[in-house]
Structures are given as C-alpha cells and as structure tokens.
C-alpha cells in the first residue's frame, strides 16, 4: 500500500461548487495530517493542520478518521482562486514529510 | 510575514558540474529541510538537519549530496558530479521545532536543469 494515496483527478468544478478530496494514509502511528496546496510551478503552501478529528478554517473543512486512516478536504462555495493541486502531507517519523502526488483542481467560471 | 527564500531560482549547468542551492531558513527555526520534485511527480524527502547535523536522509540523498550551514543564516545543498536526473524543483523549508507535528515552511524553489 502506497504510503499517501490521493484521488487522482483532475476536478473540474464551476464556481460556487462544493468539492471534496480525499486521502488515505498507510502509516497507522501518524498523529498529525496537512493539507498543503501547490500552484503550477511553484512552491507547497500550507493549507490546514489537523491534529484530532478535524479542523475549519473558512471554506475549508478537513476531517479525520484514524479508524480508517482517511483524511478528507472539503471545499465549500469554490473560487477560480482555488484552482490548483491539493497535497495532502503525512509525517513519517520525526521529521520528514511525506507527499501525496496531489490532486488537481480546476474551478471554471 | 517570514519567508524561506532559496536563490537562485533558476540553475543550468552541465552534467557532471557541481552546483550549490542556497537557502536562507526562517530565522527563528532550528530544523532545516531539503526536499526535491521531479517534474510531474511527488514532492520527495532529501535531508533534514538540526544543531548543525543531518538528522534524516532519504535514499536519495547518497554521497553525491551534502548539505552544510556555513554561517547563522543560509543553509546549502551541493550536489557533485550532477546527472541528468538531478534535474528537477529544489525547496528548502524549516520549522521551529522538530516534530512531526509541526508544519513546515517551503521557500519557492530553485529549478535544477542538468544539460
């Protein structure tokens, strides 16, 4: 089993659209889960922490389910601004961070 | 708001050259990271360092790599011998504490081309 495994997408989704991604995650000791969004050619920026069940933050929601090693991201009322690849990130270990391949999102007007 | 800032942000340079990517950390972080992305592909663990040692590296991150803090501010990678598939996005990031459960900051990148 991979160790962060994503949707593939792309999601194609018109504006105001509410859009989920999901995650799942191999390494059952994993305490803490992030969301880090990634624009075309540029660098992971961190979206939401989630440390217990879930977090929100605005239009996005991110919940946890440690029973099934499954992290969600919800996207309520999508903007073009959102358009981009959504990387879910699991800590392995102390310190290294372990990559999803990411999810692609695309909102159209 | 503080940044990781990695220069240059574009390197070319000839297969089996040496290069050095260079980043300066968030100033009040201890933890400092490599990580690499091939293009198309995941972002990839290289090396993290902490009190001036590796504390971590991936299999990647064979003796072609070092890494080194040569003063208080910037924090580098070296690659010798470099190869074609070295070609790829260099991020640097850092993080106050060393846990997992501490985001860490990405600076935007250098773009490795290997000719």
């Known amino acids: 089993r991979k160790e962060v495994e994503q949707d593939p997408g792309p999601f194609n989704v018109p504006e105001g659209a509410t859009v989920a991604f999901n995650c799942t995650y191999s390494?059952?000791?994993?305490?803490?889960f992030f969301w880090y969004r990634q624009d075309c050619r540029k660098e992971p920026k961190l979206l939401m922490s989630?440390?217990?069940s879930g977090n929100e933050d605005g239009r996005f929601t991110a919940q946890l389910n440690r029973a099934s090693q499954y992290i969600s991201l919800l996207i309520r009322d999508s903007k073009l601004s959102d358009s981009a690849t959504y990387l879910c990130?699991?800590?392995?270990?102390?310190?290294?961070?372990?990559f999803g391949k990411g999810t692609r999102l695309s909102v159209i007007a | 708001e503080p940044e990781v800032t990695q220069t240059p942000s574009h390197q070319v340079t000839q297969m089996g050259q040496e290069v050095i990517l260079r980043c300066v950390p968030i100033?009040?972080?201890?933890?400092f990271y490599w990580y690499r992305q091939i293009l198309g592909q995941k972002v990839e663990f290289l090396v993290s360092f902490y009190n001036n040692e590796i504390s971590e590296k991936s299999e990647i991150f064979d003796d072609q790599f070092s890494v080194e803090r040569p003063d208080g501010s910037n924090f580098t990678l070296k690659i010798r011998s470099t190869k074609l598939e070295d070609s790829a996005m260099y991020f640097c990031a850092s993080s106050y504490i060393g846990q997992g459960d501490q985001p860490q900051h990405f600076g935007d990148g250098t773009r490795l081309s290997i000719l």
């Open positions: 989630v440390y217990s």
């Open positions: 100033s009040n972080h201890l933890y």
């Open positions: 390494n059952s000791a994993s305490q803490s």
């Open positions: 990130v699991v800590p392995s270990g102390n310190t290294p961070l372990v």
